[in-house]
């Protein structure tokens, strides 16, 4: 017999190099020199300053904005929303977003659900989510604006959303249920946001006749031919474009206001209707400037950002960019001027100035714009006015600038003060002051009047002086942002339709939504006979306590409910309080959305007759829902059939037997004290069956060795399906002092076991409803435990459930996420039946396989990196690639039915996997934190496979040593930086001094 080979020496468990990179506790005092800690500061260092090496920005127009956001960080920010009840992020919005409804389809990963809310209000919210001040609009009513954490980046959510939806290429139209409008005629002036709003709008409520006028060559407005490219990308414009063109709405480019038609012309050529939404395209200038052209080193704000978008955007113009060096003056304090300090660095500035008439705390740029301005180290000098340009005798050229100094009166007024002034050497100067409306304006907008500031004065709707049939909205009425505009086009389109219909002054506006074809995807089931609308319903739990909230429940649009559990003597039933509590404690508790909860909750302390009179008025408001009746007797025929005649005389289109309650009423002789015997499940089951003229369900509890047993007594006692599973008997745990963890109950802080369900339990519902699916093939399933979103749904039906009930998500949130579960299992659905989009997982575009080199995202690697972008920049500006064209594919959805136990194929027991094929891990480098969990966890769990370079904390693993067991995967914190790859060969196991 060979003997075994030795084991290897303690000694060589601590002669790997790897091991002084291993994390260990140090139990003395170390001493480390100041030098080696300001060393070791700027090796790791990670907040690099930007633009600190010459030309760093120059050529340099890729996104550069606060508000961008990863997939995995877009997640996490949205799970950190409140979700507040009346949400005052909302009444901050000008478009009225639902942001509380969109933050909730973005957490679930719904992103089709997420755009429709924001589309459904706001057409150019995909540009809006890029520029919007949320500063000063939703995210500074955020209830978390004043905490350490700080508001939700309202913005970086709404901009996120927008770009996967608009990724999945799918196309706008006009609700089909909408009347056609095609007796009417309207034009629009200008393409920027306040039209395209204002026609989106009117498309939608069903005009046909439409015609947008633009004099450039594409639309979008100022978004497309003012705004850098690294502020807001052409893609996103030009989308916002096409989405209002497949509606039906007609334009007409290269047609200039005053030059080919007037606002007298349109009316005379038998428009209905007139909406202005062009701009202020002359800039505000001064005494000083007059006559100074970019050759002699000024540019107005106008025409600097014009040039510098054209050079740097995907369009039909070509013009080469301005041309920058030396020191730049931007005079202004707004956004524009700032985009004019950004955009001086790109082109070519070697250092620039901002200068204010007012101090840096009145800033009239967002505090975002100043921050991004300010980390790209522009210089700030307050209390400047420009006095006189200072110039070149030789060349006429701009050498320096003359500036007043500004003092603040009595009145909180910013005034010249004459005996102070500063000279500023410069090499250009840009000035930022505001536009203002052309002079041809007055006359080509006849018979409408401008007033003293040159602006159009309108009504709540839009509508103008001097003819009814004109409205106005936009830059030229005075809006100062994006969003605002919008909303004017929005007023103005219900304004035209107000008064194109002659309707009332006091009907409400109510404009149809944003649709697609992803909304005429079929939700509905049959189970057992009975049509469900949709497959969710509220669970017999917290949110059936009473009728009335299901019929809340059913109004927001909630396919089912079952009622919370009665019995035939409700005098038993009284709840001690309080009863329902979060399942963890401690730091794990310092969060406000529940992975789980712990309830000692009675079923209904409501009569049977109570239930049975509310089964039959909901079965009469609302004949299309399915109400199921839950019961709960003792081991008593006569109880379980009384309540079986009265749910069925009642109206109940289902009986739910709850066999399965964990705590509390199994003392009473019901619930777990029925459920987890076989032969009391058959017979009582029958007894049901016996008098029952609908299906009946058992609920089925997880509290047991195999729950497949207890289904199949259910089925042989005849019932029609299961539910499955109920909640898991659990304990809260304990305080320090050895009292109970969460609450107690009376004086002496008494605590019982309870049940557990929520997210925490999903993998038991996974378990629980597959291996019924499985052992009982066809068998309908109402499945329920951590159900959340429309992509825990479907893996809910891949493993055999048809329909779900839902409590813990309504517990944390309120019965609204309903459109979030709706519109995200159409979306799968519509997805799935299109070929270039079945790949997608959890809303997201597979991902690319990128195999870069390894290299620090920190100090000196940081650095390297950030200099070979640079000198690839300089070389020449990248324009953008515009994907705008449709998906050819012609979607063929799937059903819900199509899902149910498609995942089943794929379960199977451990004997039958295959341990031959084996895969290794893969660490992205350019995804990784560099924080090293993968390697400490490998070291200490698993197979010491993972080398972590001391110096570049770059982990890198040894495929000869891996097993691919899937641990460093799990505990990294970079949403997919880890991926597997199959092995080469075949790896056996190790099992003796080699293997260390």
Not at 380 to 394: F, G, H, N, T
Not at 550 to 555: K, L, S
Request: with cysteine; charged share 25%; aromatic share 8%.
């Amino acid at each position: 017999m060979a003997s075994s080979p030795p084991v290897a020496d303690i000694e060589d468990l601590f002669r790997d190099p790897q091991f002084s990179v291993n994390p260990r506790l140090s139990q003395k005092s170390v001493l480390r020199p100041t030098k080696e800690t300001k060393r070791l500061n700027k090796l790791y260092k990670r907040n690099l300053p930007i633009n600190t090496k010459p030309r760093e920005l120059v050529n340099d127009f890729s996104l550069a904005i606060h508000s961008d956001l990863t997939e995995e960080e877009a997640v996490q920010e949205a799970a950190r929303c409140l979700k507040c009840a009346d949400a005052p992020c909302q009444k901050g919005c000008p478009s009225n977003i639902d942001i509380k409804a969109f933050i909730t389809c973005i957490q679930s990963r719904n992103f089709y659900g997420a755009a429709q809310m924001i589309l459904n209000q706001n057409p150019v919210g995909y540009t809006c989510g890029t520029l919007c001040m949320t500063s000063e609009l939703c995210a500074g009513c955020c209830n978390l604006a004043k905490t350490r954490a700080g508001p939700i980046n309202i913005s970086g959510l709404q901009d996120f959303a927008m770009a996967r939806y608009a990724d999945m290429k799918v196309q706008a139209r006009v609700d089909p249920r909408v009347q056609k409008r095609d007796d009417k005629k309207i034009a629009l002036v200008g393409a920027g946001p306040s039209s395209l709003s204002c026609a989106t709008f009117l498309a939608r409520l069903g005009y046909t006749n439409v015609t947008i006028l633009e004099k450039y060559p594409f639309g979008g407005g100022l978004a497309s031919f003012e705004i850098p490219e690294f502020r807001l990308p052409q893609q996103s414009v030009l989308w916002e474009v096409e989405q209002v063109k497949q509606l039906g709405v007609k334009f007409e480019y290269e047609k200039s206001l005053g030059t080919d038609y007037t606002v007298k012309s349109l009316l005379e050529d038998g428009y209905d209707a007139v909406y202005l939404g062009c701009g202020k395209m002359a800039p505000k200038m001064i005494d000083a400037f007059k006559g100074l052209k970019p050759e002699d080193g000024y540019y107005h704000s106008k025409e600097f950002l014009a040039d510098a978008a054209f050079a740097s955007k995907t369009l039909p113009v070509e013009t080469p960019p301005p041309t920058l060096k030396g020191r730049v003056l931007v005079l202004g304090g707004g956004d524009v001027a700032t985009d004019c300090a950004r955009t001086a660095f790109r082109v070519g500035a070697d250092r620039v100035t901002l200068c204010l008439r007012r101090n840096t705390a009145c800033f009239r740029a967002t505090e975002e714009e100043v921050a991004m301005t300010l980390e790209e180290q522009a210089d700030v000098l307050p209390y400047s006015l420009p006095k006189a340009v200072i110039r070149d005798e030789e060349t006429g050229r701009i050498r320096a600038l003359e500036l007043y100094k500004t003092e603040i009166d009595e009145d909180g007024k910013f005034v010249i003060d004459e005996d102070q002034f500063i000279r500023v050497k410069c090499d250009y100067v840009i000035s930022a002051f505001g536009s203002q409306a052309a002079d041809y304006l007055a006359d080509a907008i006849s018979p409408v009047p401008l007033n003293k500031w040159n602006e159009i004065d309108v009504d709540d709707y839009g509508q103008c002086g001097g003819d009814p049939r004109v409205f106005a909205g936009g830059d030229i009425i005075g809006a100062d942002t994006q969003v605002s505009a919008s909303n004017d086009g929005k007023a103005a389109a219900w304004g035209i339709h107000r008064l194109l219909q002659n309707l009332a002054p006091d009907v409400p506006a109510e404009m149809p939504p944003y649709s697609t074809e992803i909304d005429d995807v079929d939700i509905s089931v049959e189970v057992c006979g009975v049509k469900f609308p949709n497959p969710y319903g509220l669970a017999s739990a917290p949110p059936a306590t009473s009728c009335e909230m299901i019929a809340r429940g059913f109004a927001q649009g909630w396919g089912f409910a079952v009622t919370k559990t009665f019995t035939n003597d409700a005098e038993i039933i009284t709840n001690v309080s309080p009863r329902i509590f979060s399942s963890l404690q401690g730091p794990a508790k310092d969060r406000h959305y529940q992975e789980g909860f712990i309830n000692i909750e009675l079923v209904s302390e409501k009569t049977a007759e109570y239930w049975c009179n509310g089964i039959t008025e909901l079965k009469r408001r609302f004949p299309d829902r399915v109400v199921v009746s839950s019961i709960m007797c003792c081991f008593e025929k006569e109880s379980w059939q009384s309540l079986a005649r009265k749910s069925c005389e009642a109206g109940a289109d289902m009986i739910e037997m709850n066999l399965s309650c964990p705590h509390g009423m199994h003392e009473k002789g019901m619930g777990l004290a029925l459920g987890t015997f076989p032969d009391k499940v058959k017979e009582a089951c029958s007894w049901v069956v016996e008098v029952s003229t609908v299906p009946v369900f058992a609920k089925l509890t997880p509290n047991v060795t195999d729950i497949t047993v207890i289904a199949q007594a259910a089925v042989d006692g005849g019932c029609s399906g299961v539910t499955a599973i109920n909640t898991v008997s659990g304990l809260t745990g304990f305080h320090t002092d050895a009292t109970p963890g969460r609450w107690s109950v009376g004086k002496k802080q008494q605590m019982t076991y309870g049940g557990l369900c929520g997210n925490v339990i999903r993998p038991l519902a996974f378990r629980g409803v597959s291996a019924i699916a499985r052992a009982i093939p066809g068998l309908p399933i109402m499945a329920t435990g951590g159900i959340d979103s429309a992509d825990v749904t479907a893996q809910m039906m891949y493993a055999g459930a048809s329909v779900v009930q839902i409590c813990s998500a309504i517990m944390n949130q309120d019965f609204t996420i309903i459109h979030d579960l709706i519109t995200g299992l159409k979306s799968i659905l519509y997805m799935k039946g299109r070929k270039d989009l079945k790949d997608w997982r959890h809303g997201m575009p597979p991902l690319e396989d990128q195999r870069v080199e390894p290299r620090p995202k920190f100090g000196p690697g940081e650095e390297a990196r950030r200099a070979e972008k640079t000198e690839k920049a300089l070389k020449v500006i990248v324009k953008p690639f515009l994907d705008l064209e449709l998906s050819p594919d012609q979607p063929k959805p799937l059903m819900v039915q199509d899902l149910v136990g498609l995942g089943l194929e794929h379960v199977k027991t451990y004997s039958e996997l295959n341990n031959q094929e084996q895969v290794v891990a893969y660490v992205d480098p350019e995804i990784c934190l560099n924080c090293g969990k993968c390697f400490s966890t490998c070291n200490d769990n698993g197979y010491q496979a993972i080398t972590f370079d001391p110096v570049t904390h770059i982990p890198i693993v040894d495929e000869e040593k891996c097993t691919g067991c899937g641990l460093c995967e799990s505990v990294c914190p970079a949403l997919n930086c880890i991926q597997f790859k199959p092995r080469e060969g075949f790896k056996a196991p190790t099992r003796f001094k080699k293997d260390l």
